[in-house]
């Protein structure tokens, strides 16, 4: 599965994300009939079992996930972005929250810019299909966790079983009207049906994820197997993958706070 990965690259989804930020909470509301909210509930549920000291939470958009992750005591939280206008949103919800274990970073995913074995758990929410590779995605990810670290991918999964297709008639019919509805921006919500039905199935990402470092895998899906929690385990001991880019430690900019990163 290696090289499998976003139907579209990165400048371009970075943009998208950036047009459709100020309604992207609602619009996550209404396409999930607000079950979203539990889910997120439930990967931050996994990721705090282990009592981790450090967590990061990819494609942290605008800080649902991370903020989730505070609330429940998390005792530091690291949200990384590409899209500054999602990271903008995610500071105003911090600031209204008090949430002050959390430290919003803008990078790219690919590219983390942390240091080898230096967090305890990595999160992941409806962030993994957006990304070119998911392999090396899964690799990178594996870089930064400590070993025995754990990480846990939401995520939507393509329509399966004989509510297929009216499943994909929701998604792609009704999901692109409401979204050119409720941000102007109906390719926008395209992409998302497009996107998802190009993901690897549940079974298949817990297959990836075993062949990537991460020994222990387990999952549970929601909302008619149309949303998957893979929650798994980054081997003991087991040789990293090198990173293909040299790993910047120090942002090149900061903007409104938000330490920013090279991005691709």
Known sequence: MSGRGALRPPSEIRQMFDRIARRYDLMNRLMSFG?????????????????????????????DLALELAARGACRVLALDFSFEMLRLAARKRAATRAQRVALL?????????????????????GLRNLPDYAAAIGEFARVLRPGG?????????????LAPLLRLYF????????????????????????TAAFPTPHELAA????SGFPAVRYRTFMLGT??????????????????????????????????????
């Open 208 to 211: 990836l994820l075993r062949s």
């Open 106 to 126: 803008c990078g790219d995913a690919m590219r983390l810019p942390l240091r080898d074995s230096s967090v305890d758990v990595c999160t992941i929410a409806f």
């Open 227 to 264: 949303v998957a929690l893979h929650i798994a385990e980054r081997a003991s001991s087991s040789p990293l993958r090198e990173p293909t880019v040299a790993v910047q430690h120090t942002p090149c900019a900061t903007a409104q706070g938000v330490p920013t990163f090279p991005l691709t």
């Open 35 to 63: 079950r979203d909210v539990a889910w997120r509930r439930a990967a931050a549920q996994a990721a705090l079992e282990v009592a981790p000291s450090v967590i990061l939470d990819v494609a942290t958009g605008t800080g």
């Open 150 to 162: 754990r990480l846990v991918i939401l995520e939507t999964t393509p329509a399966r079983g004989l």
């Open 172 to 195: 792609d019919g009704f999901v692109p009207w409401l979204g050119g509805l409720v941000s102007g921006d109906r390719e926008a919500y395209r992409y998302l049906p497009r996107s």
